[in-house]
């Protein structure tokens, strides 16, 4: 849920290499007088990626991968990022309501809902209210429901170093993170980024008591990916949400940590486009 | 000048040693180091060190509220106040402060100081405060919501003291139906209320406004700050269209006295050290919490610093020189006192006597010496 924010400057500069290629377009757009910071990138069928409580503090080559497939959008959720406060949003729950708003307000149709952790949570309680504009749900080791007796880590104690290092498997990955310095803007958005997480995650910690009741609702194919060494969201929680959808599919991902677009990016982008192109017209 | 006699009750038996292993001596430190033997009789020490304080001639003794720590012992400060209550005839017993926010029901405590108020025919003083950040781990309060719940329990706690029940009281995070406090409070329309502060401009503002003008005590800050915050105070008011009063200006510090200025940094400099370096030693994530701060204050805070890792050590000798903490002889103890005095004309001296490691004899000592040697000089 943190610790994706210091993936920063190489990855963008990366993405400017291959500018002409794989452009991205950024712009505001108005929902509920809030404005709304939107990456798009790509064409065809509309993929929606909601991000985790670090926010997007870089354009991933994951969303590259996906974005060859389909019309990908990825906004920054109020409070976060570069996308206006709007104290009145105080749940996932009235997150999720406003997001309904805005694929109304884009009129977007047959959507493939993405999202990690933070943003799972959210896809999850955005599905369970209303499916008419949604084609298919993928959770990243999303938060949201929870197993009594498996508790989760506890990333607001954890220190700037152990949020990174605590959310990846491959430790390498993880101190090459930490050597990127951040500038300070950059730190101002993953200050700004850690409000909002606190906001929503702090309490009851990173899950609302009664969405595991309602996810019967969510009918539509649905993928739940998991890191098979998830030391922030134990991977053991993705057996429940097994459980608990009724159409849905579990992949795994081996050597791989909270962040499987981040860590594993290829494999787990492979895993995302093959599930959504399964999906019945 | 009014007098405070005010305790923080750190259980001085925690093995120092072992306690740095742990990410802080708050939340997280095994309670399995509090060994109750001992424990008991750091209460009984503390309990009646502050009931002499009255025999002293102080006049207010203070106690305050801290969670799953060793730095205080006093989880729930309002069972000390009814102790205190019942040991002194005279002194007032200020609670400074309640956690407003920690609280999920802040009626509980306009409830509890009601009923001290009774008990001690209107000698209670009610401090309100946030708690400090790690509480905000030890309570499962989302410090998100920490200025919003403190206006709120706040203004309820004040009608709940003033105006006649039942009422009914809607807000955004407590609402009653009946809003009915028995008992009410002996002092009218309620006590006397004083807000500690580490110092912020927010704080200030609300603090000093027409409708409140409650005491702001500055504390644990160095000797600039506090008396950059009593003139903010003062200009606060005036332009609010008042002029403050000194009774509105507070200085809380750790006080040590000896015969010279070596001996008294000989017997009181570690304790001093081990108030900060030990019992208060926790990282900023602990310390702030997103929400405790606002986004720019936070902001700000975070470039005075390359990265947010662990507080760095304080020195006896740093926290002298600073003026966070004040050792010395009489006289220089005196001389700090009456500078500070001569600067803001603050007229609350929240003096801590007992501090980290500091022993009974050396504490008793100190407070009979404080006595007699710096509170004659600043009475009227």
């Known amino acids: ?281 | 000048m009014k007098f405070v006699a005010f305790h923080l009750m750190p259980y001085r038996p925690l093995d120092l040693v072992a306690a740095a292993k742990h990410r802080s001596s708050w939340v997280v430190l095994p309670n399995s180091m509090y060994d109750p033997e001992k424990g008991a009789s750091e209460y009984e020490s503390y309990i009646s060190s502050l009931a002499h304080a009255e025999t002293l001639g102080f006049d207010v003794i203070a106690v305050n509220e801290h969670h799953q720590t060793a730095y205080g012992l006093m989880p729930a400060p309002n069972l000390v106040a009814s102790a205190l209550i019942q040991r002194t005839k005279r002194a007032k017993i200020a609670i400074i402060g309640r956690a407003l926010p920690l609280i999920n029901n802040p009626l509980n405590i306009a409830e509890e100081t009601a009923m001290l108020d009774n008990m001690s025919r209107g000698r209670i003083i009610q401090g309100f405060v946030r708690g400090i950040g790690s509480e905000y781990h030890a309570s499962g309060v989302n410090p998100y919501h920490s200025h919003d719940r403190f206006h709120e329990a706040h203004d309820l706690i004040i009608r709940a003291w003033s105006e006649p029940g039942p009422f009914e009281f809607e807000g955004d995070h407590y609402n009653y139906k009946y809003v009915n406090v028995w008992p009410r409070t002996y002092q009218r329309p309620h006590p006397p209320i004083w807000i500690p502060s580490q110092g912020s401009s927010e704080t200030v503002i609300w603090a000093a406004d027409p409708a409140r003008r409650y005491p702001f005590l500055v504390t644990f800050a160095p000797s600039e700050s506090v008396s950059r915050y009593h003139l903010a105070y003062r200009e606060q008011a005036r332009k609010f269209g008042y002029e403050a009063l000194g009774e509105q200006l507070g200085w809380a510090a750790p006080i040590y006295i000896a015969d010279t200025d070596e001996q008294a940094m000989a017997e009181a400099g570690e304790a001093a050290e081990t108030l900060f370096n030990n019992f208060l030693r926790m990282p900023w994530e602990m310390l702030i919490p997103p929400g405790y701060m606002s986004m720019s204050s936070m902001q700000n805070f975070m470039r005075l610093r390359s990265s947010l890792g662990t507080q760095p050590k304080r020195s006896a000798a740093d926290l002298v020189a600073s003026g966070t903490a004040i050792i010395g002889s009489p006289a220089t103890v005196r001389r700090k006192i009456q500078e500070m005095h001569d600067r803001t004309g603050f007229e609350i001296l929240v003096s801590m006597l007992q501090f980290g490691t500091l022993n009974d004899e050396l504490t008793a000592r100190n407070h009979e010496r404080f006595a007699a040697e710096v509170m004659p000089y600043f009475r009227k």
């Open chain 1, 1 to 281: 849920m943190t610790g994706s924010l210091r993936l920063t400057h190489n990855t963008h500069q990366k993405a400017s290499q291959e500018e002409t290629a794989l452009a991205h377009q950024q712009s505001k757009i108005t929902v509920q007088g809030v404005a709304v910071n939107l990456r798009r990138s790509g064409s065809g069928r509309t993929m929606l990626f909601l991000h985790g409580a670090g926010g997007v503090m870089a354009w991933l080559p994951f969303f590259d991968e996906l974005s060859a497939h389909r019309s990908l959008l990825v906004p920054d959720h109020p409070g976060f990022g570069l996308t206006d406060e709007a104290r009145w949003i105080s749940s996932v729950g009235d997150l999720a309501m406003f997001y309904l708003d805005l694929l109304e307000e884009l009129d977007l149709t047959d959507v493939d809902l993405v999202g990690n952790s933070l943003g799972g949570w959210l896809a999850a309680e955005i599905a369970v209210r209303n499916l008419s504009r949604i084609r298919s749900v993928t959770l990243l080791a999303p938060a949201g429901i929870r197993i009594k007796g498996v508790p989760c880590g506890d990333n607001f104690i954890w220190s700037p170093e152990e949020q990174v290092r605590n959310v990846f498997h491959d430790q390498a990955f993880a101190e090459r993170m930490l050597a990127m310095p951040m500038d300070e803007a950059q730190a101002d958005m993953a200050l700004r980024n850690r409000f909002g997480a606190t906001r929503y995650g702090w309490q009851p910690r990173w899950f609302n008591p009664d969405l595991e009741k309602w996810l019967h609702r969510i009918k539509v194919p649905s993928h739940v990916i998991w890191g098979d060494d998830d030391r922030l969201l134990p991977t053991a929680w993705s057996a429940l949400w097994k459980e608990r959808l009724p159409n849905a599919k579990l992949t795994m991902i081996p050597h791989c940590g909270h962040l499987p677009h981040v860590e594993q990016a290829d494999q787990t982008a492979r895993a995302v486009i093959d599930f959504v192109k399964g999906v019945a017209a």
